[in-house]
Each structure stands twice: as C-alpha cells, then as structure tokens.
T-cell receptor, first 109, second 113 residues
Framework: QKEVEQDPGPLSVPEGAIVSLNCTYSNSAFQYFMWYRQYSRKGPELLMYTYSSGNKEDGRFTAQVDKSSKYISLFIRDSQPSDSATYLCAGYGNNRLAFGKGNQVVVIP | DADVTQTPRNRITKTGKRIMLECSQTKGHDRMYWYRQDPGLGLRLIYYSFDVKDINKGEISDGYSVSRQAQAKFSLSLESAIPNQTALYFC????????????FGPGTRLLVL
C-alpha cells in the first residue's frame, strides 16, 4: 500500500465550477501535508501546505486535513482555465515527502 | 534566473550508456533530492542528500548513483542505462529549517532506447 493514495483519474470541469480533490494517507508520522501543482512540461510547484489537522485558505484555494480519518482535500473555487494542471498531494514525515499519483484537472472555458 | 536548474532538459540515449543528469541551485539550501516521475506511478524518491557528506538512498535507488559536488550541486548518474529508466527526472531542494517544503527544478526528460 502506498503511503499516499490519490485516485489519478482526470477531472474536467466547466469554468467557474468548484474543483474538489482528495487523498488518503496511511503514515501516522506525517505532520505536514502539501498540495503541489504541476503544469505540463514543468516541475511541481508548492501550492499550499498545512500543519496537522485543520483548514487553510489562500484566495480561491482551500486545503483541509483530517488526521483522524487520514484524509487530505483541496478545493478550488471559481475555477479558471489557468487552473488546468496536475495536482499532487503529499505528506511529510520521517525526513521525506511521499506523493500521491496526481490528478489531472482540465477547466473548460 | 531559476532557483533550481537542471541539465540537460531532454536526453535520448541508448541501452548500456552512462549518463549524468546535473542539478544546481541558488537557494542556499542544504538538502537536495532526486525524483523520477512515471505516468501512473507519481513521483518516487531516488536519492537525497542532507549536506555534502550525507547521502542517502530513497525508495528506488537501484541502477542509480549520485554525487554531491558542493552544497549547490547534486548529480544523478545512470551507470548503464536501461529502457525502464525512461522517465521524467526532477531535482528538488529544501532548507534544513523548513525541510518539508521542497522546491523543484524544471525536470529532465530521459528516453533510453
């Protein structure tokens, strides 16, 4: 079992819709949880990170972590075509990052 | 200028050839990492280095070696390339005080024929 599970299925949404992405993890040592965004032919860039459980909001993006259920979520409000990218969730513990497989998101104008 | 650079950006090589991928950073970070990314498998850690004298294997180090020539430089070598090493390779860095936050380079696309 991978430490971070992310259903890699692509997601297409119309512009303005809410995008909801989810991951689960198995390593109880994880204290930090990240979302990276990766545009085609580019390296991943850190989008948001959360320490322990709770919510964090940054503009149109909200990250949620529920450590009791080992669940990580990312919500994108008022999605834009420029949000079209692959989104990778990750957990940090034991001196390393463990990534999910990534979700490709396409926002259709 | 980019904080984390990788060379080459694209490379085609043949089975059995030795190849080196290079990474340089201007962020002043102590920690550097090499990952590979494959469709359907995500990012997997190959090697990581906490400083020039500290190098550690990741989850998929077989067939790879690394060299940390300086704080700012971390190279990945494939001693004898094989086709299943065809992948996208990323270098990343992090600061010891914020080790959970990693910054990635633009990647090297490697094709082994």
């Amino acid at each position: 079992q991978k430490e971070v599970e992310q259903d890699p299925g692509p997601l297409s949404v119309p512009e303005g819709a809410i995008v909801s992405l989810n991951c689960t993890y198995s390593n109880s040592a994880f204290q930090y949880f990240m979302w990276y965004r990766q545009y085609s032919r580019k390296g991943p860039e850190l989008l948001m990170y959360t320490y322990s459980s709770g919510n964090k909001e940054d503009g149109r993006f909200t990250a949620q972590v529920d450590k009791s259920s080992k669940y990580i979520s990312l919500f994108i409000r008022d999605s834009q075509p420029s949000d079209s990218a692959t989104y990778l969730c990750a957990g940090y513990g034991n001196n390393r990052l463990a990534f999910g497989k990534g979700n490709q998101v396409v926002v259709i104008p | 200028d980019a904080d984390v650079t990788q060379t080459p950006r694209n490379r085609i090589t043949k089975t059995g050839k030795r190849i080196m991928l290079e990474c340089s950073q201007t962020k002043g970070h102590d920690r550097m990492y090499w990952y590979r990314q494959d469709p359907g498998l995500g990012l997997r850690l190959i090697y990581y280095s906490f400083d020039v004298k500290d190098i550690n294997k990741g989850e998929i180090s077989d067939g790879y070696s690394v060299s940390r020539q300086a704080q700012a430089k971390f190279s990945l070598s494939l001693e004898s390339a094989i086709p299943n090493q065809t992948a996208l390779y990323f270098c990343a860095t992090s600061d010891t005080g914020a080790q959970e936050t990693q910054y990635f380079g633009p990647g090297t696309r490697l094709l082994v024929l």
